[in-house]
């Protein structure tokens, strides 16, 4: 037992001897023995133990100054006993900075160096445990984001499922529907232009006899005897007949109105010279409103569904402008089939509509279950949602797998920083950043992008904003998704909820 004891206060020795070298990490103490020679850490040179931190370099690595600044190459172990130990580079020992927190580095200075340890350690730890507090709040609040995430994805599994087969059935539905609405409005629309027909020539009739009531008017006009007729004489005193130009209506002028006539009846007068003298003379009698002999609000476009615009089921109302006088009024037969046929397009309109708005919906939900919101689903909380963050020039919105943008404060358009891209942390969690990739180009440069870090956090905030690169923007937002098990809790424990 006695040459145990003596061997082991040897060791203990060698150890007391290894730990007054100043400046020397404890882990090459077993490098440092003062009993035999020196061998540099790197294996460059072997060398007397009394040249250890004699201040002049031997070892290439500047093992052998651990405690001075001769060596270019060296590092210098600060104790700092009560806050963390840390090494400095040994260019800055005694050059009278205090690089240690307790000093140790300006045992040959001027420097005055305090011992702050104490102090530093005493606020590490406060900071530690307030750092511990938020780690574990935050990972609570990342375990409920968690749960509800997979209770969404599981609800909206459900309901995808659902309108699947919703929409199998309402395709079906509409499909019959628009067949049914098809026929009910071949028989409208039949019926419709046999109505424009008849309005047509009705229009006709009303402007015939417009036409012959305005040429009445003028007739009797220029018949100033009232004997029935109007003669070469009569026409030769209206000066607007004047053909040649010679001050009066001669003989030729006026026979070739009259057909080579002398004298006409109204119905000769109508048919042979009316058109003719109707352009040329302006009579002072006043005469009925000529109609438009086409019909002009019944022809419109059908839409999309194949429907027809025209619903003058009241008999036909004109704006102003159009066909004067009211349109015949639709027979009984008719309105019954324009009363069906709109019934058939609403009951078709309101299913297809709702067709619509359930593919809308399963389409947003297929898009939110397609995508990958963290290993457990924690990030759902915060699919689609918006947070802004303003500087003293602009204001910035990220909208979490959506988009980044940027608007100035001073008024301007917002301009796209990205649009979501994908994960973008390291291989060992991809889901500590996020790319925003294809933002709006840049003058003569790339498409903006933005790199988001996220970090811890009890609440969802962008905490910074900057440009570290021409139109690559960078983000700072906390989130409780990000908070990570607190220590000693078991790896994957929460992995499947």
């Not at 003062?34 to 093992?63: I, M, W």
């Not at 050059?95 to 005055?112: L, P, W």
């Not at 000769?268 to 003379?281: G, H, L, M, P, T």
């Not at 009925?288 to 036909?316: L, S």
Request: aromatic share 8%.
């Amino acid at each position: 037992m006695a040459w145990k004891t003596a061997v082991l206060l040897l060791w203990l020795s060698y150890l007391s001897s290894a730990a007054e070298i100043r400046g020397l990490n404890p882990k090459h103490k077993v490098s440092y023995n003062p009993e035999r020679d020196f061998t540099c850490l790197d294996g460059s040179a072997t060398l007397p133990f009394s040249l250890v931190n004699d201040d002049y370099c031997d070892c290439k690595d500047g093992s052998d100054e651990p405690g001075t600044a001769a060596c270019a190459t060296g590092h210098f172990y600060c104790p700092n006993k009560g806050f963390s130990p840390f090494e400095i580079q040994s260019s800055r020992v005694n050059d009278g900075v205090c690089d240690c927190c307790d000093g140790a580095d300006e045992y040959d200075s001027r420097a005055q160096c305090t011992d702050m340890c104490a102090e530093l350690g005493r606020k590490a730890e406060t900071e530690k445990q307030k750092q511990q507090v938020l780690q574990d709040s935050g990972y609570k609040l990342r375990l409920d984001y968690a749960r509800r995430g997979a209770q969404k994805k599981q609800e909206s599994h459900v309901r995808a499922d659902a309108l699947r087969l919703e929409l199998e059935a309402l395709g079906r539905e509409v499909e019959a529907l628009k067949q049914a609405k098809e026929s009910a409005e071949g028989p409208e629309k039949a019926a419709k232009e046999e109505h424009r027909k008849l309005w047509e020539e009705e229009l006709k009739r009303r402007n015939e006899t417009a036409r012959r009531a305005e040429a009445l008017a003028a007739f009797n006009e220029l018949d100033s005897n009232s004997d029935g007729h109007v003669s070469v004489a009569e026409l030769q005193a209206r000066s607007e007949l004047d053909e040649d130009g010679d001050g009066a209506v001669g003989d030729s002028e006026a026979l070739a109105y009259l057909d080579q006539e002398q004298a006409v009846s109204f119905e000769a007068f109508y048919e042979r010279a009316w058109d003719v003298i109707s352009d040329k003379c302006q009579f002072q009698v006043t005469t009925p409103t000529i109609v438009p002999t086409q019909i002009q609000h019944g022809d419109k476009e059908e839409d999309d569904d194949g429907d027809d615009d025209d619903d003058d089921d009241d008999g036909g109302k004109h704006e102003e402008g159009e066909v004067a006088g009211d349109m015949l009024a639709y027979d009984d037969e008719t309105r019954a089939l324009i009363a069906a046929a709109e019934s058939a397009r609403e009951t078709y309109q309101t299913a297809d509509n709702r067709k619509r708005d359930l593919e809308r919906e399963l389409g947003d939900l297929e898009k939110y279950l397609s995508a990958n919101l963290g290993s457990e689903h924690e990030f759902s909380p915060l699919h689609d949602q918006c947070y802004e963050y303003d500087d003293r020039e602009y204001t910035y919105r990220l909208c979490v797998f959506n988009k980044s943008t940027q608007r100035p404060k001073k008024g301007g358009r917002e301009v796209s920083l990205g649009v979501w891209g994908s994960w973008s942390g390291p291989p060992s969690n991809p889901y500590q950043a996020m790319k925003y990739e294809e933002g709006e180009k840049c003058w003569n440069g790339p498409s903006r992008s933005t790199l988001v870090s996220l970090k811890c956090g009890l609440t969802e905030a962008v905490l910074s904003t900057s440009e570290p690169s021409r139109c690559e923007y960078a983000m700072e937002f906390s989130t409780p998704a990000v908070c990570e098990p607190p220590a000693g809790d078991a790896v994957g424990q929460h992995e499947e909820l």
